[in-house]
């Protein structure tokens, strides 16, 4: 059996949600936060290399924000657009995870855990990343 970690990112115009699996492919945790500046293409890979470096991922899962009709639009060929970057510049394949409601589910989560509306923005994008990676983990699991 091989042990392989993979990292999941909620990826927005402003920030990146960061999270990580453990070794077997079970569970997904947060890590961080990594802000990012889409408009000047600056995509947050100086932070990224490093946490490659550190959990050295066999594979990149995004968020892929679809409408709810199924269509995609101009935030899913951005997510697109971010993963092609991902792939050219660390050489890790990149498989997308329908992310839609998400967000929603991460607002639930935080409202559920007491936590004030004005920490919600610090972890939402992290919590986001889990539920996207956990999704994917969950659906490609033995």
Request: aromatic share 8%; no cysteine; net charge neutral.
């Amino acid at each position: 059996m091989s042990f392989q970690r993979l990292i999941g990112l909620d990826v927005g115009s402003v920030t990146v949600g960061v999270a990580v699996s453990d070794l077997l492919g079970y569970t997904a945790q947060p890590v961080e936060t990594i802000r990012i500046n889409e408009a000047s293409q600056d995509y947050g890979f100086e932070r990224l290399t490093e946490l490659v470096a550190e959990y050295q991922p066999a594979r990149f899962v995004l968020g892929l924000p679809k409408h709810m009709n199924n269509d995609e639009g101009v935030r899913a060929k951005a997510s697109r657009h971010y993963g092609d970057l991902l792939e050219k510049r660390f050489g890790i394949p990149v498989s997308y995870q329908d992310e839609r409601l998400t967000s929603a589910q991460a607002e639930k989560v935080l409202i559920a855990g007491h936590t004030r509306r004005e920490n919600r923005k610090k972890y939402i994008d992290k919590l986001a990343a889990v539920l996207i990676l956990q999704n994917y983990l969950d659906s490609h699991s033995l």
